[in-house]
């Protein structure tokens, strides 16, 4: 039952995440669309540390260099999702207030895809890896 509330609560998350981004780009005061870019960045980030739990073998406690480069990269994708809104406020593409709402969108969501990791990642009876 936990894992039901787990996944209920990632869900609104999720969808909160989203409403601050279509926020950012459909109220009338801003009108831009740009933004939207930035879901190509919700779905590549967690495909590096995927990728890297299906190669490695988590038996071993030491750090490997799979598992360093998964962490890179995806670190490297969440701070150019960050990026690229005030990137594009700056060059005074969208509006300040609209990087702003996109930005507090990006918290919530990559907040979501920890948790989801958070909760899910582990080896147990409820693991994302049985989907």
Same mark, same amino acid.
């Given at each position: 039952?936990?894992?039901?509330?787990?996944?209920?609560?990632? =869900?609104? !998350? !999720?969808?909160? !995440?989203?409403? $601050? +981004?279509? +926020?950012? #780009?459909?109220?009338?005061?801003?009108?831009?669309?740009?933004?939207?870019?930035?879901?190509?960045?919700?779905?590549?980030?967690?495909?590096?540390?995927?990728?890297?739990?299906?190669? /490695? *073998? *988590?038996?071993?406690?030491?750090?490997?260099? #799979?598992?360093?480069?998964?962490? $890179?990269?995806?670190? !490297?994708?969440? /701070? =150019?999702?960050?990026? +690229?809104?005030?990137?594009?406020?700056?060059?005074?593409?969208?509006?300040?207030?609209? #990087?702003?709402? /996109?930005?507090?969108?990006?918290? /919530?969501?990559?907040?979501?895809?920890?948790?989801?990791? +958070?909760? $899910?990642?582990?080896?147990? *009876?409820? =693991?994302?890896?049985?989907?």
């Amino acid at each position: 039952m936990a894992g039901i509330k787990a996944l209920i609560g990632l =869900s609104f !998350g !999720g969808a909160i !995440g989203l409403m $601050f +981004l279509m +926020l950012g #780009c459909a109220l009338p005061v801003y009108d831009k669309y740009w933004p939207l870019f930035l879901l190509f960045f919700y779905i590549l980030a967690p495909i590096p540390y995927c990728i890297s739990r299906r190669i /490695v *073998d *988590d038996t071993d406690s030491a750090s490997n260099a #799979c598992k360093e480069l998964a962490l $890179f990269l995806t670190t !490297g994708i969440v /701070v =150019s999702a960050f990026g +690229l809104p005030i990137i594009f406020a700056r060059a005074n593409v969208i509006a300040w207030g609209a #990087c702003a709402l /996109v930005l507090t969108g990006n918290i /919530v969501i990559f907040a979501t895809i920890l948790g989801f990791f +958070l909760v $899910f990642g582990s080896n147990d *009876d409820f =693991s994302w890896q049985q989907w």
